[in-house]
């Protein structure tokens, strides 16, 4: 039986999707640097990578592709990697005493996937119980969003949305389904465009069949 080389191993690890952590692994000096330092190296990189791919650097349509790139990169689809760029979650006290689930549904989201820097993009639902505070419904939003600006397999960025939430809230009783299309799927590999993911991560009285049914069926578009 043959073993397999190291590069082998890296293709199948990223074929199959797999995460090494649940949290993003980032370097302890991952801050150092400005992000017009960071900006500037990452344009001379990908500079770099154009000019190996054979495409003239010389042509007023590429010229400027290094830098809209490495501004891209850090201030818009990896934002989420710093967290100074995390939104401020306030929550306030339940002070209407509204005691049943509250859903919102229909998140859409942008994110990356770490293995091939292909897009993932979808839909996320979020269902959660007060435990006496409750959170402004934009906020939820935010928190999906910026936890999707970084480097993610799926698994992982609904269990840092779902961690954040239970926290924030102070209660268990939070429900978070992802569907995603991935595009390391549908336009490499197997190829298979019409195929999406699903994850989904809860907790407390959503342990309980009863009422996860109860948000499926909020969930569900209208017909």
Do not use: W
């Given at each position: 039986m043959?073993l397999?080389?190291d ?5 199948i ?6 995460m090494?952590?649940a949290e ?11 992000d017009?330092?960071?900006m ?8 770099d ?5 054979g495409?003239?650097?010389?042509d007023?349509?590429?010229q400027g592709?290094p830098?809209r ?7 818009e689809i ?5 967290p100074?760029n995390k939104p ?14 509250l ?14 820097f292909l897009?993932?993009f ?7 119980i007060?435990?006496?505070?409750v959170?402004?419904l934009?906020?939820l939003?935010?928190?999906v969003?910026y936890?999707s ?5 799926q698994?992982r960025?609904?269990?840092q949305i779902f961690?954040?939430l239970?926290?924030?809230l102070?209660?268990?009783n939070v429900?978070?389904v992802?569907e ?7 336009s ?5 465009e019409?195929s999406?993911?699903?994850?989904i ?6 342990n ?15 017909k």
């Amino acid at each position: 039986m043959s073993l397999l080389t190291d590069k082998e191993m890296i293709d199948i690890l990223g074929d199959n999707h797999q995460m090494t952590s649940a949290e993003s692994p980032m370097r302890p000096d991952a801050f150092i640097k400005t992000d017009d330092q960071k900006m500037q190296k990452i344009e001379k990189h990908f500079y770099d990578i154009m000019q190996e791919l054979g495409l003239d650097m010389t042509d007023d349509s590429l010229q400027g592709t290094p830098h809209r790139v490495a501004k891209m990169f850090i201030k818009e689809i990896f934002s989420g990697l710093d967290p100074k760029n995390k939104p401020k979650v306030s929550t306030f006290d339940n002070e209407y005493h509204y005691d049943k689930m509250l859903v919102e549904a229909n998140i859409s989201f942008n994110s990356t996937c770490e293995h091939h820097f292909l897009p993932i993009f979808g839909k996320a639902h979020i269902g959660y119980i007060s435990s006496g505070k409750v959170i402004g419904l934009s906020k939820l939003n935010r928190i999906v969003d910026y936890f999707s600006r970084r480097p993610q397999v799926q698994e992982r960025l609904i269990m840092q949305i779902f961690n954040d939430l239970k926290i924030a809230l102070n209660t268990e009783n939070v429900i978070v389904v992802m569907e995603a299309k991935h595009l390391c799927v549908s336009s490499r590999g197997i190829k298979h465009e019409s195929s999406f993911t699903s994850t989904i991560q809860y907790g407390g009285i959503f342990n309980e069949k009863e009422n996860r049914n109860d948000f499926f069926n909020m969930i569900k578009p209208e017909k």
